[in-house]
């Protein structure tokens, strides 16, 4: 991570003027902004953690700012510091699941006093530098449940499920390969959904499928869900820097699978006629599927997973009933308010993760981002655009809706918590 900041006309840094507070501690307070901004989280629940750790480590009138390529740390004399996240990719997250835990346990720890700023950093660091905690083998096994889960969720065939958890699975597979060059992270979405699309065209109509619903769950984990839910709501919440450079990343990423998948249905023929039994119980059964493969390819303990299997039951029932009887736009803003109130119940429970990592997996059932890949594929094909341009509104809208209700329900508890805290304690008379 590089450092800059600015200096006075004498030379001397800027942070170190700043008597009240340690050296350490300013180590640490940047760090650890740095570290939420790599993860991809809300802006605004980085701009409000570390508002409380400012207070406890000696840092009044210390803000910080997240920015598409960092985070910029304004001080209480007036001076600012900006410093690079290690994260190339705007608004993605860096971090694994059990990475976030720790992350989350530290800065309570530290918010709360019982942990030094020496010893946040060394904490800070043995995180960033933890191995994952599954084997190969299993992680790739994760990326098949995750495959099956989400094809459940889109009430596929028997062997629709068969073909996106094998699907899923080359694909997570080669996507971590990828990952490790920037080039090949960058081109990666367009292989790879130009390769599943072909393959779905190929054996979809075989197994009585819609190809272009088929390659959805294989291509799933590539979709930006919790960047572009996070995207609406930084904007909403005034974050417009964050906010803006959050939507790009996730337009451009939806542009390249949309690409890749185009370009694949316009060279592969497709059979006209496709009739299969789909499985109309499969998506109250494919949710813990599919929490159990995030699970696994997050690296997150296995104790986490009753919380996490919990959070997205509550959303995904609280959604099922508000679209049938409401639309999905209304289904869409009562999913973003139960996920803020389930993740906030659930995440008292032993080990469960932290509530901005536990509704991630959640977002993905919502299925906005699938909505809009399957519209953006079907509007190159020869037939009724109409329908297609429908089903990109309604995932717009419904990302929206999601991020409007996370507002409100984080905005309405924050407010009911600050009312709480200032009441004065009611005094009893002498006659009771």
């Known amino acids: 991570m590089r450092f800059r900041t600015r200096r006075d006309a004498d030379g001397e840094p800027a942070a170190a003027r700043n008597t009240e507070a340690s050296d350490a501690a300013l180590e640490f307070f940047h760090d650890a902004a740095v570290t939420q901004a790599d993860a991809g989280v809300p802006s605004f629940h980085v701009t409000r953690r570390m508002q409380q750790i400012a207070t406890v480590l ?49 800065l309570d720890d530290v918010a709360a006093g019982r942990t030094s700023a020496e010893e946040g950093l060394e904490r800070l660091r043995a995180m960033k530098n933890a191995p994952p905690r599954y084997s190969t083998a299993t992680v790739l096994a994760g990326h098949a449940l995750f495959g099956l889960g989400f094809g459940m969720l889109l009430k596929a065939t028997w062997w629709g499920l068969v073909l996106a958890a094998g ?25 790879a959904a130009f390769a599943v699309t072909a393959v779905v065209d190929l054996c979809a109509p075989r197994i009585g499928m819609n190809p272009s619903l088929a390659m959805i769950a294989p291509l ?22 964050s906010g803006t450079a959050r ?107 932290p509530s901005y990592a536990g509704f991630v997996p959640v977002l993905w059932v919502v299925v906005p981002g699938a909505l809009g890949l399957q519209g953006a594929v079907e509007l190159g094909e020869p037939g009724d ?14 990302i929206v809706a999601l991020a409007v209700g996370f507002l409100f329900a984080t905005l309405t508890f924050d407010t009911v918590r600050s009312t709480l805290r200032r009441r004065p304690p009611t005094r009893i008379g002498p006659h009771g």
């Not at 004399?77 to 992350?103: H, I, K, P, V, Y």
């Not at 799933?220 to 572009?228: N, Q, T």
Request: charged content about 10%; aromatic content about 8%; overall charge negative.
């Open 167 to 191: 699907l899923a699975m080359i694909v997570g597979g080669v996507n971590g390969l990828a990952s490790r060059n920037r080039a090949g992270a960058a081109l990666f979405p367009v292989v």
């Open 385 to 398: 655009h109409l329908n297609a341009v429908t089903e990109i509104g309604i995932a717009g809208m419904v």
């Open 58 to 106: 000696g840092l009044p009138g210390t803000r910080v700012y997240t920015m598409p390529a960092g985070v910029l740390v304004h001080h209480a004399d007036g001076t600012t510091a900006f410093f690079d996240a290690d994260n190339s990719t705007a608004g993605t997250g860096s971090l694994r699941m059990d990475q976030l835990q720790e992350l989350q346990s530290l």
């Open 247 to 353: 939507l790009a990343v996730s337009v451009q990423r939806m542009v390249l699978l949309a690409f890749g998948a185009y370009a694949a249905s316009r060279l592969i023929p497709v059979a006209p006629h496709y009739t299969g039994t789909t499985l109309d119980w499969a998506p109250w059964l494919g949710v813990a599927v599919f929490c159990a493969g995030s699970l696994l390819t997050e690296s997150a303990p296995v104790r986490a997973l009753p919380a996490l299997i919990l959070v997205a039951y509550t959303t995904f029932t609280v959604q099922f009933f508000a679209t049938d009887h409401g639309g999905p736009i209304l289904g869409g803003v009562a999913a973003g308010v139960a996920t803020v109130i389930a993740s906030g119940v659930f995440n008292r429970l032993p080990d469960a993760l």
């Open 220 to 241: 799933a984990s590539l979709l930006p869900a919790a960047a572009m839910t996070y995207a609406v709501i930084d904007l909403s919440a005034g974050q417009a820097i």
